[in-house]
């Protein structure tokens, strides 16, 4: 049975920080990259960034990069995004999700095998 749960969400004023975490179970990081993806109200899902230990490539949307960091620790089976100099564009409901080995691109682009339930996260000004 494949599990991931998210949790770290919550409610930040702009500049804030949060760290989102993704707790895996039941697949190996060997097989599948690990992306977090988002969704705002309105919008469409959107990748926000993928890590994937096969060739440890890594994925960061262009609006992301420098304030967000994602990183593995495997021993623990779980990811993390630490999420810094929030913006309230930054408000969705962020899901991690597991699907192809290795990170080519906006995690948005590709079906992805499984899903966690989602985590929100609200930047307030």
């Known amino acids: 049975e494949v599990q991931l749960v998210e949790s770290g969400g919550g409610a930040v004023q702009v500049g804030g920080s949060l760290r989102l975490s993704c707790a895996v179970s039941g697949i190996t990081f060997d097989v599948y990259a690990i992306a977090w993806l988002r969704q705002a109200p309105g919008k469409d899902r959107e990748g926000v960034s993928c890590i994937s230990k096969s060739d440890g490539s890594t994925y960061y949307r262009d609006s992301v990069k420098g304030r967000f960091t994602i990183s593995s620790d495997n021993a623990k089976n779980t990811v993390y995004l630490q999420m810094n100099s929030l913006k309230p564009e930054d408000t969705a409901v962020y899901y991690c999700?597991?699907?192809?080995?290795?990170?080519?691109?906006?995690?948005?682009?590709?079906?992805?095998?499984?899903w966690g339930q989602g985590t929100q996260v609200t930047v307030s000004s």
């Open positions: 999700a597991a699907g192809p080995r290795y990170c080519s691109g906006s995690p948005d682009l590709y079906v992805q095998d499984y």
